[in-house]
């Protein structure tokens, strides 16, 4: 039986409880990819921090971050992934801005190479 949405007490808004299955299961792959990033940038971590026998500089973190969000395709977990490796959100940003700002130094120089 459906539930009357209107009126004073309504917020307008689907209850939780009214999820579909199919939009139960897009959340469940949705966590499954999460996970699974998680748990890879994790044994990266490890594994390069043993092989260097040092713990990584915050560069080299940011860098295994940017590589598991564009691998996996995924959108607004940054401050998520940060939090693994224990790094700010806000260094993270600001490297990859920078990092943005070093390609197109790049591109710029290569297309003054290529005009000449």
């Known amino acids: 039986m459906l539930k009357e949405r209107r009126g004073i007490g309504s917020t307008g808004r689907r209850s939780k409880t009214e999820s579909s299955a199919?939009?139960?299961?897009?959340?469940?792959?949705?966590?499954?990819?999460?996970?699974?990033?998680e748990n890879e940038l994790l044994k990266k971590l490890e594994a390069l921090e043993r092989r260097n026998s040092k713990e990584l500089t915050p560069s080299e973190r940011f860098q295994l971050i940017i590589q598991t969000?564009?691998?996996?395709?995924?959108?607004?977990?940054?401050r998520y992934l940060c939090q693994i490796p224990e790094v700010s959100t806000s260094?993270?940003?600001?490297?990859?801005?920078?990092?943005?700002?070093?390609?197109?130094?790049?591109?710029?120089?290569?297309?003054q190479l290529g005009a000449f």
């Open 91 to 111: 260094g993270y940003y600001r490297w990859c801005s920078a990092e943005e700002g070093l390609r197109e130094t790049a591109d710029q120089y290569d297309f």
């Open 69 to 78: 969000i564009r691998k996996h395709d995924l959108l607004r977990v940054a």
């Open 22 to 37: 199919e939009e139960k299961l897009k959340q469940a792959e949705a966590q499954i990819k999460l996970l699974e990033a």
